[in-house]
């Protein structure tokens, strides 16, 4: 879905200008995208395969949610939002824990330029599975996997996203250090 998106100078400052989020990849502006990793006391995390019609890493495992901030929209409210959608659970922001802030610039194989600063954050699972409802066409499953995956590299790239920048990582030592 194109949606309008704030746009940012490569430092990360707001240039006071929006554009649909399709001319920020087709020009590879910089903008805003939340992350939000769900994961359990046993050591899991959720992840959701993307839906076999998105225009990047179709049907590969992913983050528990994530989105494009709207423009004007506050970081917080499109984490809440993001979560409601694609897998129709309602959070509060106190569920929430930021864990950072990273800049990627990806180049895509079909042309898309994804100059993003993400927003993370965790939160626990505290729901079962089958109360979670998937956002047609965003997300086609979704499934608990141990954390150990995040470091499995066999997986990375064919099964899941790849490991863009030790991203996984970064999330692997964010959750461990709180479990």
């Given at each position: 879905m194109?949606?309008?998106i704030d746009i940012l100078t490569p430092e990360g400052f707001d240039?006071?200008?929006t554009c649909l989020k399709s001319e920020a990849h087709l020009k590879g502006y910089y903008h805003k995208t939340i992350?939000?990793?769900?994961?359990?006391?046993?050591?899991?995390?959720?992840l959701q395969k993307r839906a076999a019609v998105k225009s990047v890493f179709p049907s590969?495992?992913?983050v528990s949610a994530a989105g494009h901030i709207g423009a004007g929209e506050e970081t917080i409210s499109a984490a809440i939002r993001e979560v409601q959608e694609e897998i129709g659970l309602h959070i509060l922001e106190s569920d929430l824990t930021n864990i950072g802030l990273r800049k990627d610039?990806?180049?895509?194989?079909?042309?898309?330029?994804?100059?993003?600063?993400?927003h993370i954050f965790i939160c626990k699972l505290t729901e079962d599975l089958s109360n979670l409802t998937m956002q047609i066409g965003e997300v086609d499953d979704l499934q608990l996997f141990d954390l150990s995956i995040l470091k499995d590299s066999t997986k990375h790239g064919?099964?899941?996203v790849p490991n863009m920048n030790g991203y996984y990582d970064f999330i692997f030592d964010k959750i461990s250090s709180i479990l």
């Open positions: 194109d949606e309008l240039t006071y200008t992350h939000v990793w769900f994961y359990t006391e046993k050591g899991q995390i959720l590969h495992w992913d610039e990806i180049v895509h194989s079909n042309g898309i330029l994804d100059n993003e600063f993400k064919s099964f899941m």
